[in-house]
Every structure is written in C-alpha cells, then in structure tokens.
C-alpha cells in the first residue's frame, strides 16, 4: 500500500540551488572543486572545477587555472581557463593563459595573454581539463 520511494537530485537541480561565494577579503589556498555556481571577490590560489558558472568579480583574484561550463571574468586571473560552452572576458578583466571554449566575448579594455581555442570542434576536448593538476600552476612551457 505505502512505496519507500527515493529522490533522486539531478545534477541541474543542485546546480540551481547551490552558489559559492568567496568574499572580499577572503584568501584561500587549495582547489576549488563545486557542482554550482561559484563567485569569487576574493583570492583563491588553486584550480577552480565547476560543473556550473564561475564569476569572478572586479576585485576577485585566481592563480590557478578554472574549468567550468561557462565563466565570467572581471578580476583576475593567472592561469588557463577551459569553458564548455561560453567565457566573458569583461573590460575589467585581465588573463595571463590560455582559453580554450565554445564561444569567446571579449568586451574593449579586456587584457589577455595567451592563446585561445574556441568553436564547436573544442567542447570535445573540453571536458578534459587543459591543466594536469595543482603541479600545473605557475608552469609554462615555450617552444621555439
């Protein structure tokens, strides 16, 4: 008569209810691993992973690399960003890196240094990571 019956949460459901916020003043060293959206107006030395969004606001700082389906950059950023579907590079912002993602806006003002990879063939590659772990950051290897 009465079913035991189990919910499931389903990964868009947990990226709805879940938003990280690292604040202004707040520094952490280490990785950042999230299934939700993620802002960062604060200092975060280490790789950001998330399944979701990650903004980093005007007085936010990442030496490291972030891996995310989408980003907004404002702060910035050290080290190599890999989107799946789209990145924001606002006029604020400043990237040291490499991108790799399916679409690229980069607003007037916007400093980068790097190289960029973007289109529909990338989000293939992209779901692996552009960056082999914590070792990886501050690494960067030339050829001539």
Do not use: W, Y
């Not at 299934?35 to 990650?54: L, M």
């Not at 040291?96 to 993602?101: K, L, T």
């Amino acid at each position: 008569m009465f079913k035991n019956r189990k919910t499931e949460i389903t990964d868009k459901e947990l990226k709805a209810g879940s938003i990280n916020i690292v604040g202004l003043g707040t520094e952490i060293k280490g990785n950042l691993n999230t299934k939700g959206d993620v802002r960062i107006d604060g200092k975060i030395e280490g790789n950001i992973i998330s399944k979701a969004k990650v903004v980093i606001g005007s007085t936010g700082e990442v030496i490291g690399n972030i891996n995310s389906e989408s980003a907004e950059i404002n702060g910035k950023v050290n080290g190599n960003i890999c989107t799946a579907e789209i990145l924001f590079l606002k006029a604020t912002s400043s990237l040291i890196g490499d991108i790799s993602s399916n679409k690229l806006v980069v607003e007037n003002g916007a400093n980068l240094t790097g190289q960029c990879q973007t289109g529909i063939s990338q989000t293939k590659s992209i779901h692996k990571p552009i960056f082999n772990g914590p070792e990886a950051i501050g690494k960067r290897e030339a050829t001539a």
